[in-house]
């Protein structure tokens, strides 16, 4: 057991080969990594829905290049929450069409926002309403210049 109460999951040399090879690209075969990999398709059928049963993976999903569908402005948005409506807050605007990312963090701020516009001026309205919110004390937004590197994948 971890301290935030979540099952730790051992993964042995055959899992992790599998879970690395569906992070390079979810839509491989199994037959084709079981061939790879020496290992029957069946056991590695097993293996990945046990790793789905487990929450080990949560979905399967495409890898986005935001801008080339016209969402050019990433935001790094800090927002101070009335403590009371932490978790409320943190629900409702995980809903929110422009928000990739939700982190609950420590420190002056109470959330972490990671979101995508297409404009300025979206941008703009976002954080407008974003302050008519009675839960949202304050806000500290910055406009990201460059992307670096920006995948959700870990190396494991």
């Known amino acids: ?18 879970l690395i090879e569906l992070l390079r690209d979810s839509r491989v075969s ?22 789905v049963q487990e929450g080990v993976i949560r979905g399967f999903t495409t890898l986005v290049d935001y801008t080339k569908l016209g969402y ?20 409702e605007i995980s809903n929110a069409d422009n928000i990739v990312a939700v982190y609950d963090v420590v420190g002056e701020y109470d959330v972490v926002l990671i979101a995508k516009f297409r404009s300025v001026e979206d941008l703009d309205v976002f954080l407008k ?28």
């Open 129 to 156: 309403q974003l302050l008519k919110n009675s839960k949202v004390e304050r806000t500290y937004t910055s406009i990201v210049l460059n992307s670096v590197k920006e995948d959700p994948r870990v190396r494991i």
């Open 72 to 91: 050019s402005l990433s935001a790094i948005i800090m927002v101070k929450v009335n403590g009371k409506y932490l978790v409320e807050f943190e629900k």
């Open 30 to 51: 199994l037959r084709r990594l079981s061939e790879e990999m020496n290992v029957s398709p069946a056991t590695l059928h097993n293996r990945l829905t046990k790793m």
């Open 1 to 18: 057991m971890t301290t935030n109460g979540k099952r730790k999951i051992d993964l042995d040399t055959i899992d992790r080969r599998l």
